[in-house]
Each structure stands twice: as structure tokens, then as C-alpha cells.
């Protein structure tokens, strides 16, 4: 399994981070760890995850969740 680092920029919604976590379980991604700080209206999530799974099809569908904002990739 390939471990995956990277931020989500997002609005700050109460279901917000329940919507992310589903499309990461979904997709067949694990999180192994992830920490969220808040700025106003808006949050940063750091995640990190694995799979067998190429990155590029957990943040095509990140993408698409309403609240995400920005999708930044740190490390593969």
C-alpha cells in the first residue's frame, strides 16, 4: 500500500468533514492520521492516507464534494 499526504482547503460546514470522509472510505482510502484548524469560515484539513489506489481517484471526487475549496497534493 502507497501512503498519500495532502490539504483540503474547505468552507466550514457541519457536514462538511462527514461528506469528505465518506468519498476517502468509498474510494477505498484509509486515513491514517489528519488534523483540521479553523480560520473564520474556513478550514484546512491535513490528511494523511493509504491504498493500492492511485491518488488521483480519491481527489477527482474530492473535487466534487460543495464545500471543498482547493485540493493541495504534499507528498506521494
Known sequence: MQTYQFTLDV????????????VIR??????????????????????????DRALALLTNQLSKVYDVLAIHQVRA
Open 11 to 22: 468552507n466550514q460546514r457541519p457536514e462538511t468533514l462527514e461528506r469528505i470522509l465518506r
Open 26 to 51: 468509498h474510494r477505498g482510502f484509509y486515513v491514517l492520521t489528519m488534523n483540521m484548524t479553523s480560520q473564520g469560515e474556513q478550514a484546512n484539513i491535513d490528511f494523511t492516507v493509504k491504498s
